[in-house]
């Protein structure tokens, strides 16, 4: 199973203060078809995850611009520019190239 | 508007069957497949199955031998069945529609008790 390795596993910001997190694949996850089918989620405490990012950089419907995501191959990261405190909760990248789809660890950002 | 609503039995007893229902709106089940993940304080997020708009499923093999997904597309539900339960499986399974995983229910929370 491909393994999805995410750094750092907490992350403590300040409101306005812009920050990366980084999920690195043991496999690349660049499929035959041209796509590389790599998410990004947000689990909101007690809330399920909720999609940001789709296809390593396309920000979902209704998902502020703050958010981006970039990468390939194996490396691949989100950055938050000017955390907001809605943004509290753990980050979550998910790979669905190859089966089984298999999710990181997560990421715990909390506000200063 | 799209929603997603799981229901299930909270507590199920070791070695029994698991039975969970996902209703959806808002979408057609024949227009998108549909797949289960759960999250348990073990393991974390697990990608179960899903179930293509066509009928037919694909199985994380880690879950394979005891999983089964169907759906009721007239009824809009898709369903997860799993046998053999154990302690481990206890935590929340999770419904999501799976055109790039956008739409998510809220979750059910699952505990495996005698």
């Known amino acids: 199973d491909v393994v999805l390795t995410q750094t750092p596993s907490i992350l403590s910001a300040t409101i306005g203060q812009s920050v990366s997190i980084s999920c690195r694949s043991s496999?690349?996850?660049?499929?035959?078809?041209?796509?590389?089918?790599l998410y990004w989620f947000l689990q909101r405490p007690g809330q399920s995850p909720q999609r940001l990012i789709y296809?390593?950089?396309n920000l979902g419907s209704g998902v502020p611009n703050r958010f981006s995501g970039s990468g390939s191959g194996t490396d691949f990261t989100l950055k938050i520019s000017g955390v907001e405190a809605e943004d509290l909760g753990v980050y979550y990248c998910?790979?669905?190239?190859?089966?089984?789809?298999?999710f990181g660890s997560g990421t715990k950002l909390e506000i200063k | 508007q799209v929603q997603l609503k799981e229901t299930g039995p909270g507590l199920v007893q070791p070695t029994q069957t698991l039975s969970i229902t996902c209703t959806v709106s808002?979408?057609?089940?024949?227009?998108?497949?549909m797949q289960w993940v759960r999250q348990t304080p073990g393991k974390g997020l697990e990608w179960m199955g899903f179930?293509?708009?066509?009928?037919?499923?694909e199985y994380n093999s880690e879950f394979k031998s005891r999983l089964s997904i169907s759906r009721d597309t007239s009824k809009n539900q898709v369903f997860l069945k799993m046998n053999s339960l154990k302690t481990e499986d206890t935590g929340v399974y999770y419904c999501?529609?799976?055109?790039?995983?956008?739409?998510w229910g809220q979750g059910v929370m699952v505990t495996v008790s005698s």
């Open positions: 179930i293509r708009s066509g009928g037919s499923t």
């Open positions: 808002g979408f057609s089940l024949t227009s998108y497949y």
């Open positions: 296809l390593v950089s």
């Open positions: 998910m790979q669905a190239t190859h089966a089984p789809f298999t």
């Open positions: 496999q690349s996850l660049l499929d035959s078809d041209g796509n590389t089918y």
């Open positions: 999501a529609r799976m055109y790039h995983f956008d739409y």
